[in-house]
């Protein structure tokens, strides 16, 4: 190996190492949540040069192969912060080549896993499917079963998302399964959080609502606060669906309250937007534009791409409704521009409503 080699490699290596410190940092949430996005800013520039120069040599060397795949998976929560869909997707897949061209085959499954993820995020459930189902079937051929049931709930969520409710309980119900055969308590929370999210893509809001107190029992009993966050806000969701929006405020106002204590930007900025979902299916406008707003303000701040723009057209659906279109076409423009930027499925159907806008003026 040269001497020049021998450097970039180090170096590389190094910047994957920090990666991974940042993620596990920005994970911690509260106090140290901020130093971990600070510390990916900061290095940012120089993560990237190692990334590209690692990626470019696994194709020919084993070495350069396992630190890209360490690249990819080391920072992968930081990476749905920072990077949209679109670039996740195209940071994984020479990851996915250089797992199997070295026959890594946990890497792979779990490359496969985040493509799954990537791909849900950019709308597009079906293709997340068939990563799901090839994750899914190394997982199996290991033996994993604390992988399992995570695989069966990210599947069991896609079908939900393609109006596929049937198949989503019935995957959800196998999730519930496995966690139960393991005896994982955490698993067997977030198997009936799922599951209450597939009999609520089925119409059965009742049963959701039971689920999802279960799931929020379990993640109480664990002390878990940021899955206690996440059960209050899917229990919000179904009590919005079954037609109690103030009551879904309540417990959207809980997880918000959580997600600030954690220092979970991200949820602090779901949570807000989930309130300003409830308001404006009660009609108040005004009080859901308000926290619309104040989700876009934080989605800013924390660089989240993804929801940046679905924020934006938000604010302007809502700001049509309230008379003041010249307003709301300025928001629907600047998310069709990040949309577009993004190359993300969304584009069209803000791009349709621009349109519909001007044929009526």
């Not at 519930?176 to 959080?193: H, T």
Request: charged residues 30%; hydrophobic residues 40%; proline residues 2%.
């Amino acid at each position: 190996m040269s001497n020049l080699r021998e450097a970039r490699l180090r170096h590389s290596a190094y910047y994957a190492a920090l990666l991974r410190t940042a993620d596990r940092l920005y994970l911690r949430g509260g106090e140290v949540f901020e130093s971990g996005v600070r510390l990916l800013d900061l290095e940012w520039g120089n993560i990237q040069t190692g990334r590209e120069w690692v990626r470019t040599e696994a194709v020919k060397d084993y070495d350069a192969a396992k630190l890209y795949i360490n690249y990819i998976t080391a920072g992968s929560r930081l990476f749905d912060l920072r990077l949209p869909p679109i670039q996740r997707i195209h940071w994984l897949e020479p990851g996915l080549d250089a797992a199997r061209r070295i026959n890594d085959r946990a890497a792979e499954g779990a490359i496969l896993g985040d493509l799954g993820q990537a791909y849900t995020d950019m709308g597009e459930p079906r293709r997340a499917v068939e990563f799901y189902q090839q994750w899914l079937v190394i997982i199996r051929e290991r033996g994993d079963k604390n992988s399992e049931w995570k695989a069966l709930g990210r599947l069991g969520l896609a079908y939900a998302d393609m109006d596929e409710a049937q198949r989503a309980v019935e995957l959800c119900q196998q999730q519930l399964a496995v966690a139960k055969e393991i005896s994982d308590r955490r698993g067997q929370g977030q198997a009936l959080g799922s599951l209450g999210i597939a009999y609520a893509a089925s119409g059965d809001n009742s049963r959701a609502i039971e689920l999802q107190e279960q799931s929020l029992l379990i993640k109480r009993e664990l002390k878990d606060r940021h899955g206690e966050g996440i059960a209050l806000g899917n229990l919000g969701v179904a009590y919005d669906v079954a037609g109690e929006p103030y009551r879904a405020i309540e417990l959207y106002q809980q997880w918000l309250a959580i997600t600030r204590e954690l220092g979970d930007r991200r949820g602090e900025a779901q949570a807000l937007g989930n309130i300003g979902v409830a308001y404006e299916n009660v009609g108040e406008l005004h009080q859901a534009i308000k926290f619309y707003e104040q989700a876009l303000a934080v989605f800013r701040e924390t660089g989240d791409l993804r929801n940046e723009p679905t924020a934006l057209f938000f604010i302007s659906l809502a700001l049509d409704k309230i008379c003041d279109r010249p307003k709301a076409v300025i928001y629907a423009e600047e998310a069709l521009k990040i949309y577009e930027r993004l190359e993300h499925p969304s584009a069209a159907k803000v791009r349709k409503q621009l349109d519909n806008w001007r044929e009526q003026n």
